[in-house]
């Protein structure tokens, strides 16, 4: 088998304009970035189209560490359908160099189902992430300098919430001291980095629906508490205005291709274990504008990126996913039937039967919220026929879809059957109307305690002394009616990273909430999760290089 590289770089690439014409994208519109990307104005996202097409969900059980392939099933799935003359276009997020250069290598799809070109995606695409980067490095500069020209009148912080960000996994940033030195250097300050995915600045791009709204929602950024015990929102620096200049063009969604030459929309990258999960309204919107079906693919597990996906992003857009496609493999369930994680790749079929308790509680989870399941078993070369066929079986037995994937080996080919089943299904047993997990006037105790008990299967949560101060602070701003953003271990239902396949009696521990006034929504800090990652023993960089003229190891 082919790696991902050579895949990739066999491809015979199309001009973007050539591939704007598949989608019906007016080539007068585009921006290109090079010959193979484009940015496409949202200006062009007409509602009364979006409200014509399908929109599907791609989710996951709890992963392993490799993840269970969710951009590859995306992909996949796309090319399968427009195998049988549908048109589909997929709308997925931008990978985020932390986890290119740490863990991942690359975040383009796999195999024969991988969206081009692959080392831009992965690397700095159309610049995005630097735009939200330099943004909100830039609020941190003007905060501080507000602060130290305005000191001798008397202004003051009590407390600075707004941290910096990069988009690199860096420990040694999580907690920092600025403004050692003279006291021209700027004020002594205590003050760390998230990564950019965790930025609220990145949650604010992928939900806002125009550059009215982002302007608005950056204004109502809350950057700490002064000294009178006032929130100081962003607005009140008077520096909006250039904040938006530098993601004017980081608002405009991607497009790029297929390595089937078929359109594809890529754009924003917050992670579903500390952020919201998912790739932009806009881009998702375009998507659904110029097809007939989007797929769409949210972080991680479902208990994760899929809750936020429907309680955060589908309530803000007022969008509702015709099915949900939920992504297993035969690894991960072994992983979650008590294998050990070195032995998962090797035939255990009572491995298989054992891990299904996790399968059955993101089916229930989905259900939940009003969806139409099938589930896809993405096909790994390890695979027994037994093992399939044990899962092939489950599915039977509860009455949800089921279909293999072999996409990643045979492109869009091997996403037929896949194809098949989820149009038959949205056209014989579409979702109902969507059913949020809590409802917005209730308090956000209230809100994360449902997602705990309900989606996780926790017995309640415990709120740390740091936590409960904060939900006073949340009361007292009037913001408890915005939806949580739970930020958890992906590996778990729990928070123990460890606890695989189906946990029980356990709590979730919130350490701390974070105020996101922009992104409106508030973030719950569970258990020992970062907000800004570390890197691995060994590094995905050790193997990324540059080999006469072409680069190497983002696959």
């Known amino acids: 088998?082919?790696?991902?590289?050579?895949?990739?770089?066999?491809?015979?690439?199309?001009?973007?304009?050539?591939?704007?014409?598949?989608?019906?994208?007016?080539?007068?519109?585009?921006?290109?970035?090079g010959k193979h990307i484009a940015k496409v104005p949202y200006t062009l996202i007409d509602e009364e189209r979006v409200k014509k097409s399908k929109l599907i969900l791609v989710t996951a059980i709890t992963p392993t560490k490799a993840g269970n392939g969710k951009t590859t099933v995306s992909v996949g799935l796309a090319l399968g359908m427009q195998r049988i003359g549908k048109n589909a276009i997929p709308a997925l997020r931008e990978p985020s160099l932390g986890p290119c250069f740490g863990m991942k290598g690359g975040a383009a799809g796999g195999g024969y189902a991988q969206v081009l070109p692959m080392e831009k995606i992965n690397l700095h695409f159309t610049g995005d992430f630097h735009a939200i980067t330099s943004a909100n490095n830039m609020i941190a500069a003007l905060l501080d300098n507000y602060i130290y020209q305005h000191q001798n009148e008397g202004f003051g912080m009590k407390e600075i919430l707004w941290r910096?960000?990069?988009?690199?996994?860096?420990?040694?940033?999580?907690?920092?001291?600025?403004?050692?030195?003279?006291?021209?250097?700027?004020?002594?300050?205590?003050?760390?980095?998230?990564?950019?995915?965790?930025?609220?600045?990145?949650?604010?791009?992928?939900?806002?629906?125009?550059?009215?709204?982002?302007?608005?929602?950056?204004?109502?950024?809350?950057?700490g508490i002064t000294l009178e015990g006032k929130p100081l929102y962003l607005k009140q620096l008077g520096v909006t205005g250039s904040i938006v200049a530098l993601l004017h063009d980081a608002?405009?969604?991607?497009?790029?291709?297929?390595?089937?030459?078929?359109?594809?929309?890529?754009?924003?990258?917050?992670?579903?274990?500390?952020?919201?999960?998912?790739?932009?309204?806009?881009a998702t919107k375009m998507a659904m504008n110029f097809s007939d079906y989007c797929i769409t693919e949210a972080g991680f597990g479902a208990d994760?990126?899929?809750?936020?996906?429907?309680?955060?992003?589908?309530?803000?857009?007022?969008?509702?996913?015709?099915?949900?496609?939920?992504?297993?493999?035969?690894q991960a369930l072994k992983m979650h039937g008590?294998?050990?994680e070195k032995e998962i790749k090797l035939p255990n079929t009572e491995g298989v039967r054992a891990g299904l308790a996790n399968l059955d509680k993101h089916i229930d989870n989905m259900e939940a919220f009003g969806q139409t399941v099938v589930v896809c078993m993405n096909r790994f070369a390890t695979d027994t026929e037994e093992e399939l066929a044990i899962v092939k079986e489950h599915c039977e037995?509860?009455?949800?879809?089921?279909?293999?994937?072999?996409?990643?080996?045979?492109?869009?080919?091997?996403?037929?059957?896949?194809?098949?089943?989820?149009?038959?299904?949205?056209?014989?047993?579409?979702?109902?109307?969507?059913?949020?997990?809590?409802?917005?006037?209730e308090p956000i105790e209230t809100k994360v305690e449902k997602v705990a008990k309900i989606i996780y299967g926790a017995k309640g949560i415990i709120l740390k002394?740091?936590?409960?101060?904060?939900?006073?602070?949340?009361?007292?701003?009037?913001?408890?009616?915005?939806?949580?953003?739970?930020?958890?271990?992906?590996?778990?239902?729990?928070?123990?990273?460890?606890?695989?396949?189906?946990?029980?009696?356990?709590?979730?521990?919130?350490?701390?909430?974070?105020?996101?006034?922009?992104?409106?929504m508030i973030v719950a800090v569970a258990g020992s999760i970062m907000r800004m990652p570390g890197l691995p023993k060994s590094p995905q960089a050790e193997r990324i290089n540059v080999v006469n003229g072409v680069i190497e190891g983002l696959s």
């Open 338 to 340: 008590g294998v050990d």
């Open 1 to 33: 088998m082919k790696t991902d590289f050579e895949i990739a770089h066999e491809a015979k690439l199309e001009l973007i304009e050539s591939i704007a014409k598949k989608a019906n994208v007016p080539t007068e519109a585009l921006e290109p970035y």
């Open 251 to 282: 608002i405009n969604p991607n497009l790029v291709q297929t390595i089937e030459n078929t359109p594809a929309f890529i754009h924003g990258g917050p992670f579903a274990n500390i952020a919201h999960g998912c790739n932009s309204i806009l």
């Open 164 to 223: 910096r960000v990069l988009d690199v996994n860096d420990r040694n940033l999580r907690n920092v001291i600025t403004g050692l030195g003279a006291r021209t250097d700027g004020l002594l300050t205590e003050g760390g980095f998230d990564i950019t995915p965790a930025s609220e600045i990145m949650a604010i791009l992928c939900l806002s629906k125009d550059e009215e709204d982002l302007h608005r929602r950056l204004d109502n950024i809350i950057l």
């Open 304 to 330: 994760l990126g899929a809750e936020k996906f429907m309680d955060i992003k589908c309530r803000k857009a007022g969008l509702s996913p015709a099915l949900t496609v939920l992504v297993a493999t035969a």
């Open 465 to 520: 002394p740091a936590a409960k101060a904060k939900l006073a602070s949340i009361k007292e701003l009037g913001l408890e009616h915005f939806p949580v953003c739970i930020a958890k271990t992906q590996y778990s239902f729990s928070e123990d990273p460890k606890a695989y396949g189906m946990p029980t009696d356990f709590d979730i521990t919130i350490r701390d909430f974070v105020i996101s006034a922009g992104a409106e």
């Open 397 to 441: 037995k509860r009455g949800v879809g089921f279909a293999l994937n072999s996409a990643f080996g045979e492109g869009g080919k091997g996403a037929e059957d896949l194809a098949r089943l989820v149009v038959d299904t949205i056209e014989k047993n579409p979702s109902k109307p969507l059913k949020f997990m809590y409802e917005e006037n």
